[in-house]
Each structure stands twice: as structure tokens, then as C-alpha cells.
């Protein structure tokens, strides 16, 4: 079975956003108009509690964008953001989320960041991704979202490891870009290890 595969389309994501990506809200529609072609829809969230290892704010000194080791894992250090009930880390209201759609919440530890829908950094803890598209049957995903760079790449590249036929929708994704050419080079990391970029 092939499922559908939408990351992290949360508020502080998008336009007005803590950790806002250009255009990012121009996903939403897109994975709108396609989600009726899918028979398993999965969104993952990220969702973070506050004293989150991952946010500048908790690292003396630390700015945003930097790179620090944090338990041992490169961490980049981010705003604030998806924090664990706020209005941040809710989906864009507009995104057509439904009763019989799966949710995959990711990063709710606060000693390791997690880009993957599927593992965290440290690669210690599963989310329970990899178990619900194996329950299902899904032998095939299709992946949009945010962001390119990080969490849909990430996620890419783990369901490739787990043996997953992999499509990602590039009219659906949208990049951070912290250093211009990181989404690009995003795209080529991806389909080097296999993801069809379409
Ligand atoms: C993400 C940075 C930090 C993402 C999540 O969803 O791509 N990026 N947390
Ligand atoms: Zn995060």
C-alpha cells in the first residue's frame, strides 16, 4: 500500500512563525489537493517541550544558527518552536487534517532534537513510524513538507533505510536554507540514496 507522508506542516513553520520558512504555507494546499488520491494519510509533528535541547533559549550563551554538541549529537540551535499544546506547534489551520488520519509526534525529549519521523537524532528511540506503516502494509510513501533540509530529509532517508519505495514531492516541500544550496543539495542527498524527486 502507498500512503501519504506530510511533515511537520505546523505554525511555526510557516509565514509568521517562529521558526518561519519562506513559503512554507504554499504546502498546504498542495497536500490538500492531492491527499484524496491516498488511502493512508500520516502527518508527523513536531513537538517539543520547553526545556527542549534543541532551542538556543535553553544554552547559555547560544545563538541561533550556531552548532553545538548537546549530549554528545551536532545540534543546531533553533528559536523556540513547536512547543509541546501551544498554537506554534498546531498544523495550519487550513491543512485538511482528518478524524481517520494517523499522527506521529516527534521530538518529545528534551535530551535529543529528532528530524526523522522515524528516529531521533541519536538514533535511541523510534516514534512508533516505522511500526504503524508496517501495520498497515505501506511498502510505498510519498513525502511533502517542511522542512526540505531537515525534517523531510531526514525522514526520507529513514524510510529508505527501512525499505520503503520513496517518492518526494517536491511542489509539496519547502526549504529552510540556512546556507543558500542546502535545499538543493538536500534534493541530491535524497535521491542519491534512492528517493525518486519528483
Ligand atoms: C525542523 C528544525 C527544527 C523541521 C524541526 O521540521 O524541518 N527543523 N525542528
Ligand atoms: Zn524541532
Known amino acids: 500500500m502507498k500512503a501519504l507522508l506530510a511533515v511537520d506542516v505546523q505554525n511555526d513553520f510557516c509565514p509568521g ?9 504554499q504546502v498546504v494546499p498542495y497536500i490538500n489537493s492531492i491527499r484524496d488520491g491516498y488511502a493512508l494519510v500520516i502527518f508527523t509533528q513536531d513537538w517539543h517541550p520547553p526545556d527542549h535541547a534543541s532551542f538556543a533559549s535553553n ?3 547560544a545563538r541561533v544558527g550556531e552548532l553545538r554538541e ?5 545540534q543546531i540551535m533553533w528559536p523556540d518552536h513547536c512547543v509541546q499544546h501551544t498554537r506554534g506547534a498546531e498544523f495550519h ?14 521530538g518529545e525529549l528534551t535530551a535529543v532534537d529528532s528530524y526523522s519521523g522515524f528516529l ?3 538514533r535511541q528511540h523510534e516514534t512508533g513510524l516505522r511500526g504503524l506503516l508496517q501495520q498497515q502494509d505501506v511498502d ?3 513525502v511533502a513538507g517542511l522542512a526540505t533540509d531537515y525534517c523531510v530529509k531526514f525522514t526520507v532517508l529513514d524510510a529508505l533505510q527501512a525499505g520503503l519505495r520513496v517518492r518526494v514531492l517536491r511542489a509539496g516541500c519547502r526549504a529552510v536554507n540556512l546556507n543558500p544550496g542546502d535545499e ?5 542527498e535524497m ?3 534512492g528517493a525518486q524527486v519528483v
Open 191 to 193: 535521491a542519491q540514496a
Open 17 to 25: 512563525g517562529s521558526l518561519a520558512v519562506a513559503r512554507g504555507d
Open 93 to 106: 489551520d487550513a491543512l485538511d487534517v482528518r478524524p481517520q488520519d494517523k499522527v506521529v509526534r516527534k
Open 120 to 122: 531521533d537524532n541519536d
Open 59 to 61: 544554552h547559555p550563551g
Open 184 to 188: 538543493e543539495a538536500a534534493y541530491r
Open 70 to 74: 548537546v549530549n554528545g549529537v551536532r
Open 140 to 142: 510505498e510513501v510519498d
